[in-house]
Structures are given as C-alpha cells and as structure tokens.
Nanobody, 115 residues
Framework: VQLVESGGGLVQPGGSLRLSCAAS????????MGWYRQAPGKQRELVAR???????IYGDSVKGRFTISRDDAKNTVYLQMNSLKPEDTAVYYC??????????WGQGTQVTVSS
C-alpha cells in the first residue's frame, strides 16, 4: 500500500490550497479515506474523512472552510482548504484503514500559513 500526498506549501492567511493523496495497492473505491494533521507539539487530529459511500465528517476547527472529496477512477482523495488560518499550519497526512489494528499513512505534506 502506498499513499502519496502532494499540494502543500506556504500560503498567506485567507488563502487556499488543494491537497491530493494518490493511493495504490488497495481497492480504493471500497475504502474510507481520511485526512489528518499534526502541528508541532500537538497530537495528530482528524481533519476530514470520507467513506466509500461519500459520507463525510469534518473536524470542528475546519467545518465550513475545508472540503474533502474523492475520485475513485483516479484512486485519489482531495482536500480543498479555503480561508486558511495560521493555526492550520501542520503536516497533513492521508490515511486508509489496514488490517486491524493497523492503518496505512502517507509521508505527509507540510502546510504553512503565514504572512
């Protein structure tokens, strides 16, 4: 299983970024996919999750600003991030469940929101 995130970078407050996570080695369309983030000194937290039936949940801090979506034909999950704030600065990770109790994670992509 391989998850490859891309799209991170430096953006000013109020700006937007779109993250992508390309998956291989799994039956993508059958799996829920999630975005998580970890800021320095903080625990990793859920950003957004989408099931195979497109049922979506968001972390409270990103509701109304971030949108998760998936393209099963491309084995890719996206995270559109709008109205970015400095507190959104973190490494963003893609995750797919593996054989319990394990999960598969990508290498992460850095998002920095700063003026």
């Amino acid at each position: 299983v391989q998850l490859v995130e891309s799209g991170g970078g430096l953006v000013q407050p109020g700006g937007s970024l779109r993250l992508s996570c390309a998956a291989s080695g799994i039956l993508f369309s059958r799996n829920p996919m999630g975005w998580y983030r970890q800021a320095p000194g903080k625990q990793r937290e859920l950003v957004a999750r989408i099931t195979r039936d497109a049922i979506i949940i968001y972390g409270d801090s990103v509701k109304g600003r971030f949108t998760i979506s998936r393209d099963d034909a491309k084995n890719t999950v996206y995270l559109q991030m709008n109205s970015l704030k400095p507190e959104d600065t973190a490494v963003y990770y893609c995750k797919v469940p593996g054989p319990a109790p394990y999960d598969y994670w990508g290498q992460g992509t850095q998002v920095t929101v700063s003026s």
